[in-house]
């Protein structure tokens, strides 16, 4: 999601950085969808695709999905929730947001760094059971503070770690036949009513998350419904991690998500010698159809 705010700057450095690992690190060709409002479309086509080679565009389908806070209350008051949240959460509705013939997209933030081939991760779709919608890797930020409004109410989800939204694959068909965000969501707090200590001060029209949070919640009350990636898609700054899971990601290499502001990963030699690289591939460089920059 990118969005023309007072940090663009950054998530426009982000934003570009992410892309030109991307197309280093694998020879698909890419549908690049981008959730942002008008300002934010015409921004990153004319400061990032429209500076882009031709031979680079020709493996790029640009396809803005226009959507701000306006809209997206629309959507929630539409499905009968009384949220209210930054125009950021369309994440949880993208199986709508995108036209019916996506049936699959892998989405990311804007703060990663991709090293292995995304064919790989997005051959991960055809290992999915019958009942799983969402591939996603554990959090290791968790916060049971995250939980407070929860916790307020009295409802006590279960212990876990829960998972990260920074990388997600998505069964968009299943999710609309489904309805994610509404069935889902309801049936998640249906699932949690019977540890309301006060039951009377829930307003059942509402849902108390949002973002990372709804997805947990969720999938925390129906675990069926998520497929595990394995750890080297979503390698996070918040983690902690031994010297030999320190080798064993960096042998084989996924994608690297610079969460959390003290980050172990940022000195892992294969993190500095690829964004080293990268820093020198300006964005209009016909390089970028090569592939298996590490």
């Not at 080679?53 to 959507?75: E, F, Q």
Request: proline share 5%.
């Amino acid at each position: 999601m990118v969005t023309p705010d007072a940090a663009w700057e950054k998530i426009h450095e982000e934003f570009e950085s992410a892309l030109k690992s991307i197309l280093l690190s694998t020879r698909l060709d890419l549908t690049l969808i981008v959730f942002t409002n008008d300002l934010g479309r015409k921004t990153v086509q004319t400061r990032v695709l429209d500076k882009m080679h031709p031979t680079v565009l020709r493996r790029i389908t640009y396809v803005p999905i226009l959507v701000d806070a306006g809209a997206t209350a629309r959507y929630i008051e539409r499905m009968g929730l009384a949220w209210e949240p930054k125009w950021t959460v369309a994440k949880i509705f993208v199986y709508e947001l995108l036209p019916a013939c996506f049936e699959w997209t892998i989405q990311v933030d804007t703060d990663i760094l991709v090293l292995g081939d995304m064919a790989e991760l997005w051959a991960q779709r055809h290992q999915f059971n019958s009942t799983q919608l969402i591939a996603g890797y554990q959090e290791y930020a968790y916060n049971p503070k995250n939980m407070v409004k929860l916790n307020k109410l009295g409802i006590h989800v279960p212990d876990t770690k829960g998972f990260n939204t920074g990388v997600l694959l998505m069964n968009l068909r299943r999710m609309r036949e489904q309805e994610l965000a509404v069935s889902l969501v309801l049936q998640a707090n249906k699932k949690l009513q019977p540890a309301w200590t006060d039951p009377d001060k829930v307003d059942a029209s509402k849902f108390y998350q949002l973002d990372q949070d709804v997805f947990n919640t969720v999938l925390m009350a129906f675990p069926h419904m998520r497929f595990e990636l394995e750890p080297r898609w979503n390698v996070q700054g918040c983690g902690a991690y031994s010297e030999d899971e320190q080798r064993q990601l960096s042998a084989r290499p996924g994608l690297f998500h610079f969460n959390c502001n003290r980050r172990q990963i940022d000195a892992w030699k294969v993190v500095t010698a690829a964004q080293e690289r990268l820093g020198k591939i300006p964005i209009d460089s016909p390089a970028l159809c090569a592939c298996n920059h590490r």
